[in-house]
């Protein structure tokens, strides 16, 4: 069965670094996006991106954060200069056009900031 | 603001026993997805679903639009069906609101 694959599957990041999460999407989605959990606490959409640009973004979706489709394959968040509350559980997902066709979720992304 | 609201936020069952979860939205959709967690947190869609009903296995979701509500139910449960199912409601290809989750358990 078709997968979306998240990597690294654990980081860990000094504060004011940057890093990028990288998602391998389903090859025939058309929608991707990413979502993150911070432990205990509840799914937050971040981003959704459909023909090359982003199609909605939350208000957690600063100028810290972005995304880019750097190649047909990959679709990255990079987060600038994070912070200890950037910890959390990445998840990037992807699904076909339509309304009754559900996501693919990656297995996440851990990211420590220490 | 809570756009998404499950009940009950536990939920322990014996083996065998039919399960419901509830989910109400105030927020306008689409499109209502039902997701589960494991403990190891990876995340699987079950349903996602505009109208009416949908059925997989031992599975079933329904929402009723005009009421804002949908419902997830689990026939003859088991032990492997132990996880958190999440709703979230919103439009696909845009924001979806998640709700906190129900957090289920299924004794032998």
């Known amino acids: 069965e078709p997968e979306v694959t998240q990597t690294p599957s654990h980081q860990v990041t000094q504060m004011g670094q940057e890093v990028i999460l990288r998602c391998v999407p389903i090859s025939n989605h058309l929608y991707f996006y990413w979502y993150r959990q911070i432990l205990g606490q509840k799914v937050e959409f971040l ?21 880019e489709r750097p190649d047909g394959s990959n679709f990255t968040l990079k987060i600038r200069s994070t912070k200890l509350e950037d910890s959390a559980m990445y998840f990037c997902a992807s699904r076909e056009i339509g309304v009754d066709y559900g996501y693919t979720f990656g297995s996440g992304t851990r990211l420590t900031v220490v | 603001k809570n756009e998404v609201e499950q009940s009950p936020q536990n939920l322990t069952a014996q083996e065998g026993e039919f399960i419901t979860i509830n989910c109400s ?10 997701l589960q967690q494991h403990p190891g947190g990876g ?17 079933i ?21 132990s996880a958190v199912y999440i709703c979230a409601a919103g439009s696909p290809g845009n924001q979806f609101y998640f709700g906190t989750g129900t957090s289920l358990t299924v004794i032998p």
Do not use: C
């Open chain 1, 47 to 67: 981003v959704s991106f459909y023909n090359n640009e982003i199609s909605e973004k939350s208000e957690i979706f600063d100028d810290q954060f972005s995304v």
């Open chain 2, 61 to 81: 979701a329904t929402i009723n639009i005009q009421e804002k509500h949908s419902s997830l139910h689990i026939t003859a449960s088991h032990p492997r069906d």
């Open chain 2, 25 to 34: 939205y105030s927020v306008g959709i689409s499109a209502l997805h039902w």
């Open chain 2, 43 to 59: 995340i699987v869609s079950l349903f996602m679903l505009s109208s009416g009903k949908k059925k997989h296995g031992r599975l």
